[in-house]
Structures are given as C-alpha cells and as structure tokens.
C-alpha cells in the first residue's frame, strides 16, 4: 500500500488530450472558452486529437462532488471576466441571481458581553454608544456611512454557487465539445520524472484504509498532455503538487478560514430587497466577519468566516454563525424564516503569496489552488474564472500553433497573460492586505485600510504564522476566566462522552445556550440532515487520516474536532480523535486548524486529507 492509501496494482490506462481536476469556477472559465473554439461551425474539429486523431481534442473535467452544483460560496463578485465570457449576460437566467442594488458595511457591536475584545475594540465600542446619536446606530450596530472602493461591488452581481455552476455546466454539456464527470474523485497526479502525465482516479470498494474489498475497482490511470489543475484551496492534486515542486522562494499558504453558510426563506413582510449585501465585522467575535445576500424571491444566503487568525482554540464556526444570526441587527430581518440549505467550505487566504508554480511540464494551475484570490477585495470567483480563461487562450494559441504543453510553452503563452492581466495586477496590490490580523483585529483592520487606500504602496509587514504554530490551547485562551481545572475537568467528561467542548467552554464565559426554534436555530446534527443533506457513497477510503496517532492522544485542543464542520471528527473515548466519513462535508477546515506540526514536515499539521466522493448535497449554496 503507498501513503496514498492506493493499492500498488496494475491499472487500466485511458488517454486523452486535457483533463481539468475540479469543476469551480476556475475550470468553468476555461472549459467555457476553450470549448468554443474546439469544434468548427460546420461541426468540424478546429483542432486534431491526438489521443484519438481525426476527433476534437478530447477535453474530460472529473469532479469529485455528486453533481457539478454542489460547490459552497456567497457569492457576490463584480463579474467582469464573467461578463466578458457572455456578452449577453442576463443575470435573471441563473435562478437565485441578481444584480447588486445596494451595499452596506456593518460594525457590529456585542448586543451580550460574551465576546473577547481588546481594549482598543471595546474603546471603539464605547466612542460609538457615546456619540450614537450622531452616529449611523441602529440595533447595537453602526452602518459604515462610506464604504472604501475596493470593497464596493455595486455593478456586480450575487448569486449561488451550486446555481451558477449548473448553468455553466449545462452549457458545456450542450456543446458537445468537453465531458464533465461528477462524482469522479482525482486520487492523486502521475508525476514522470518531473512531469504531470495525468492524473489517477480514487479507488471503490475499498475498506477504510484503501485495502480492496467487495466491489473493488481500481482508480484508471488517466493520461493527458495537459492536465489543467483546478481543485481549488484544499484539493489533493493542487497539495500534493505543492508538496512535490515546494512553492517558489517566499511564497505560503499560512492564512485560511472556513467559510460556513445558510440559504434561508426570509419570512413574510421581510423589507430587504434582492440585490442587498450586507457585510458584517465585530460580533461574535471581532476576527469573524459575515455576510448577507438577498436574492430574488425572498430567499438569502448568509454566513461567517472563522480564520486561521483566530486565536481560540474553540473555533466553533457552526456555534458562532448561530449567535451571528441572532445579532439584534440581523435577527429583525430573518426571525421568523426558515433554513433551506446549509454548507461550509475553507477559502486560501494568503492569495498572491500563496501562488505556487504556475505552470511546469505537463500542467498548469488556475484558481484559488493557484493563488487569484484578491484578499482585499474578498472576491474569488471572477478571479478564479478569469485565470481559467487566460489559460484557454494559451492553450488555443499552443493547439494552432501545435506547440506541446511544456513549461517553457505555457510559460510564454498562460503566466505571460496573467503577468499582464488586471488579475495580477490587482493581486499584487492585495498582496499585504491581511498581514495585519497575525497581530489582531485592529491591525488587521488598520493593514487592509491603509493597503486598500494607497492601492499597496502602503502596509505594516507582519509575519505570517503557520496556523498551529499560533493556536493557544483552552488554558492559555481562558486563563483568568475559566480555571485550568475545570478545562481539564471539561476536557476528560467530553473525551470519555466523545463531545466537544465548545458549547461547555463558550457558555461559561457568558455565551447564552442556543435555544432551538426548528426553524433557523437548529442542531448542528439536524443542520448537516435538513441542510447540508450529506449522503457519503459507501466504498471509499477514508479521506482524512491522522499522520501520528500519538500526537492526537497527547494533544491538548482537539481543535481538529472543535471546528469540524460536519462533526466527522469527535474525540475518541480510547484517546485521540475518531473519523466518520459519512459526515464530512470536506470543508478542509481541519487540515489548517490542526493545533500540532506533522512530524516529517513542519509547515503541514498532523491531518492528512486525501480525495474520494460524497459530501454535501445541496445545489444551492
Ligand atoms: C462561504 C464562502 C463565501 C464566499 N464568498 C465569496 C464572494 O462573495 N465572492 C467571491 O468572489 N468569492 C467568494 N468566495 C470564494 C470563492 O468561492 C472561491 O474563491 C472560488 O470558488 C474559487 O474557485 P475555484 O474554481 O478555484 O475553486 P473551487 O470553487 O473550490 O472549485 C474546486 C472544485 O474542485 C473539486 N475538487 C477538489 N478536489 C478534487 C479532486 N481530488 N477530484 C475532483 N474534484 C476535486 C471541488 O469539489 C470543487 O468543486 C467564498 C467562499 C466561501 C467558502
Ligand atoms: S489532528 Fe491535530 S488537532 Fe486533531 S487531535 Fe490530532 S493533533 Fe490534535
Ligand atoms: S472532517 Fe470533513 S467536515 Fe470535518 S473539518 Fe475536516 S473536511 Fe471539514
């Protein structure tokens, strides 16, 4: 067995000219523009195969979700690339879309006195309370009377993820010129000496360690001239990748959070029009901010982002959008709706400084995996689409001028775009924004307004942490407020109970116990059912593994299971932690949120996470 959880076996091969891992908006971009120039008007191909010669270039996209609709986002994006890709853009086509109509930035102030505020948030706070009557203050919140450009997105659309891609995808599928295979998991890319030649599909029918059982069919080795890397922040081809070429001199990936979202019904007489985008900072705690977008119809989609920078190691994101909801500024508006969905999702929040190789021999990354996210704008999804564009292009330019796709030839064609694209140039301009929260909130705060407002001239350098090297364990986080004692009292009944310690630790430095409604305070259990309708397909191997056991059984935070998102991982009553792959909505939260460096390679944690099926299934978030 390798490390990949991968029998060593004979495999059948398969051949083709282009495979694209993942189907986000990144490979939305390129399949949508290279599809269009692969067959001729009068159905001939434009360019020849030569994995089947006389055919188009056979292109084949493997997703590794149930359906090609079951990505997790906001979105709200000012679309340009988008809008570039279909002239006739009419947002009304695309169900729960609509153009932004209006913008709100929103500092919310702590309506409970449970969160954790320096005392140059709480000044902020009192300086606000003092002068509200001057002040835009309604609701224990101030509405920022000016919002700075680059966070304003008016022009811009917001619409769902999993409805965007569908329509997409429905569109390619109807060309006839590209496959897109859902459901299909990328295991792993064959490197040869230095060059992608493909990529390997997971293995089914395989126990929890990946050993063959009833069913089993081996993953097909598939090889392409091209593979097109698109699995976004967590996925396997892009990480194992970055582990095999390093990231060039200066780059990480240290900064991440987990995005977590809800789609609901807002109830009847709801005044906020479609088009609304409220953004939120300050509440539940200063580092978490949030977001709220009213789509047509009465529906909306809203949620929190708990980053890496967010020194508690309980880092319940599913507890604090619970109390987020309930901020009197928000709660006026949706008491009374109802959930229809739910989803999370982790965002690579370094950006620029994130980017790995771009191109080598044999493959080319595009999107989040590749470092587009603009981490001052906090847009992704244009960025994502565009990189995925400019790669189309090169890839034309190489198929008529039948150049191979060396790292030379993509250097020249797909990164010379980039270089000279508004993507990097905005990316570079982003590229300090978020350097200040490695030293708190209002650092953070003063960073990204001082990069924002010189267009990043401007900025404080802070070091980037590697995310276990930061997180404190409950003792230091709660000391003077809950007794080293009790945590551990705490700590031994929730290992023996295999319970987390969130809703303990949190209640008792004054977080109110969530009092269900059914409707939009639910459980996390109820959450993962009537939201994130998870369904695991049987037959995979388990895709998070833990690299030393005994580091789990002597660690102190068990912050892995703390901000599970699906509660896949619980404490284990023999020691450790447990897996349950059937609840995991593979948010990658726990890859980043591992409090303990892997023993062969201190950058990464002690989580290991690899590829297989399943997840969330809901084609609204
Ligand atoms: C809650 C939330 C809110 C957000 N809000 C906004 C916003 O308002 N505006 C904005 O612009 N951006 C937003 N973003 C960021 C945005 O969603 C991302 O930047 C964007 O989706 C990146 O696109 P991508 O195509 O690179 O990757 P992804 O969207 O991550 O797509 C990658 C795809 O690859 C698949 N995949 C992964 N591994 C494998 C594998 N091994 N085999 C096969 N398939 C695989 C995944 O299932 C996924 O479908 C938000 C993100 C989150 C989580
Ligand atoms: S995976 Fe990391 S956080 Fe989780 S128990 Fe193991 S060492 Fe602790
Ligand atoms: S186990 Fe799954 S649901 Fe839990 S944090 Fe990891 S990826 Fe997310």
Redesign the pocket.
Same mark, same amino acid.
């Given at each position: 067995m390798t490390t990949d959880q991968q029998p060593e076996i004979n495999r059948e091969e398969m051949q083709v000219d282009i495979i694209c891992?993942? !189907?986000?908006?990144?490979?939305?971009g390129f399949l949508t523009t290279l599809s269009r120039a692969l067959i001729k008007e009068d159905g001939s191909p434009a360019f020849d195969s030569k994995a089947m010669p006389g055919m188009p270039p056979q292109v084949i996209c *493997?997703?590794? $979700?149930d359906d090609?609709g079951? /990505?997790?986002?906001?979105? %709200?994006?000012k679309a340009r690339s988008i809008r570039a890709s279909f002239p006739d853009f009419d947002p009304t086509a695309i169900p729960m879309t609509h153009e932004v109509t209006e913008e709100k930035v929103v500092y919310l102030l702590d309506p409970i006195g449970a969160s954790r505020r320096s005392w140059l948030v709480k000044l902020g706070d009192l300086f606000i309370k003092a002068f509200k009557w001057l002040l835009p203050y309604k609701d224990m919140a101030m509405e920022l009377p000016w919002i700075p450009p680059f966070l304003q997105k008016h022009d811009g659309i917001?619409t769902s993820?999993g409805q965007f891609?569908q329509w997409v995808g429905g569109q390619l599928m109807m060309s006839g010129a590209v496959q897109i295979w859902p459901s299909?998991?990328? $295991?792993k890319p064959l490197i040869e000496d230095n060059k992608v030649t493909g990529v390997r599909l997971?293995d089914q029918g395989t126990d929890k360690d990946g050993n063959p059982d009833v069913g089993f069919t081996a993953g097909m080795d598939i090889k392409a001239a091209l593979t097109v890397v698109?699995?976004?922040? %967590?996925?396997?081809?892009?990480r194992d990748l970055d582990k095999h070429f390093g990231l060039p001199e200066g780059n990480h990936i240290r900064d991440w959070a987990?995005?977590? #979202?809800m789609v609901i019904d807002l109830p009847d007489g709801c005044e906020l029009k479609p088009g609304t985008v409220i953004h939120t900072l300050g509440y539940p705690e200063p580092e978490i901010f949030g977001?709220m977008?009213v789509y047509p119809d009465g529906i909306a989609s809203l949620?929190v !982002?708990v980053p890496s920078w967010f020194d508690n190691p309980m880092r319940s994101t599913y507890r604090y959008m619970q109390h987020w909801i309930q901020h009197p500024y928000l709660w006026k508006h949706i008491e009374g709706g109802t959930i229809r969905s739910w989803?999370? #999702?982790?965002?690579?929040e370094a950006g620029r400084r994130g980017e790995p190789f771009l191109v080598g021999d044999g493959y080319a990354r595009? /999107?989040?995996?590749?470092g587009?996210?603009n981490v001052l704008t @906090?847009? /992704? %999804?244009?960025? $994502?689409?565009e990189?995925?564009v400019q790669l189309a292009e090169a890839v034309k330019e190489l198929l008529a001028e039948d150049k191979p796709f060396t790292k030379e030839n993509l250097d020249a064609t797909y990164v010379k775009r980039r270089r000279e694209s508004w993507l990097d140039k905005e990316s570079k301009i982003a590229q300090h924004a978020r350097d200040g929260f490695q030293k708190g909130f209002v650092s953070g705060m003063i960073t990204t307004a001082l990069v924002g407002m010189s267009k990043g001239k401007l900025f404080i350098p802070f070091k980037a942490k590697r995310p276990h090297d930061r997180v404190p364990t409950p003792e230091e986080y709660y000391k003077g407020r809950i007794s080293a004692e009790e945590i551990d009292r705490i700590r031994k009944e929730c290992q023996a109970k295999g319970l987390t310690m969130h809703d303990q630790l949190m209640e008792k430095v004054g977080w109110p116990e969530i009092k269900n409604d059914g409707q939009l305070l639910i459980s996390h259990q109820d959450m993962l059912l009537m939201g994130g309708k998870i369904q695991a397909t049987g037959s995979y191997a388990d895709h998070v593994t833990f690299d030393d056991p005994e580091t789990c059984k002597n660690c102190e935070t068990l912050i892995c299971a703390e901000i599970c998102s699906g509660q896949a991982i619980t404490p284990d009553p023999e020691g450790g932690v447990a897996f349950d792959r059937e609840k995991c909505v *593979?948010c990658g939260a726990c890859i980043w949120s591992c409090s303990e460096a892997n023993k062969d390679d201190p950058e990464h944690s002690n989580v290991n996470f690899r590829?297989g099926a399943g997840?969330l299934h809901s084609a609204e @978030?």
């Open positions: 891992t993942g !189907f986000g908006p990144a490979t939305g *493997y997703e590794r $979700a090609i079951f /990505g997790v986002s906001g979105i %709200v994006s917001i993820m891609s299909t998991p990328v $295991a997971a698109g699995d976004g922040p %967590v996925g396997v081809v892009g987990v995005g977590m #979202k977001f977008y949620g !982002f989803g999370a #999702k982790s965002l690579q595009i /999107g989040e995996g590749s587009t996210t @906090n847009s /992704g %999804v244009d960025e $994502a689409w990189s995925g *593979y590829s997840g @978030n």
